[in-house]
């Protein structure tokens, strides 16, 4: 079992960045693909990134490719989000998960943070 929590949420104004950080807890972390989702008011929640087992294979949702960058160190239990060229439709409540599988489907992951809040103002 793991537990997460993010970090890093905040207000910024469009074309800004922020950096959001997920800290995991028990010795497993390494075992986890993980993956960043994201849920706006009234929205299906949204496969953002996921990272693979050993950081080696990334993939991202078309929306934000280019932008975003996922990244994990295994040493510290930590997987970060770093977003970039921020719009305000990445306006969202973002969650890390854990899971099995490096898949876009929330279903697929086990293991979920409690949120943090990114805005974006136009």
């Known amino acids: 079992q793991v537990q997460l929590v993010e970090s890093g949420g905040g207000l910024v104004q469009a074309g800004g960045s922020l950096r959001l950080s997920c800290a995991a807890s028990?010795?497993?972390?390494?075992?986890?693909?993980m993956g960043w989702f994201r849920q706006a008011p009234g929205k299906e929640r949204e496969f953002v990134a996921g990272?693979?087992?050993?950081?080696?294979?990334?993939f991202y949702v078309d929306s934000v490719k280019g932008r975003f960058t996922i990244s994990r160190d295994n040493a510290k239990n930590t997987v970060a989000l770093q977003m970039n060229s921020l719009k305000p439709e990445d306006t969202a409540v973002y969650y890390c998960?854990?899971?099995?599988?490096?898949?876009?489907?929330?279903?697929?992951?086990?293991?979920w943070g409690q949120g943090t809040q990114v805005t974006v103002s136009s």
């Open positions: 998960a854990a899971g099995h599988e490096l898949v876009s489907s929330w279903h697929e992951y086990a293991y």
């Open positions: 028990g010795r497993t972390f390494s075992s986890y693909v």
């Open positions: 990272i693979s087992r050993s950081g080696g294979s990334t």
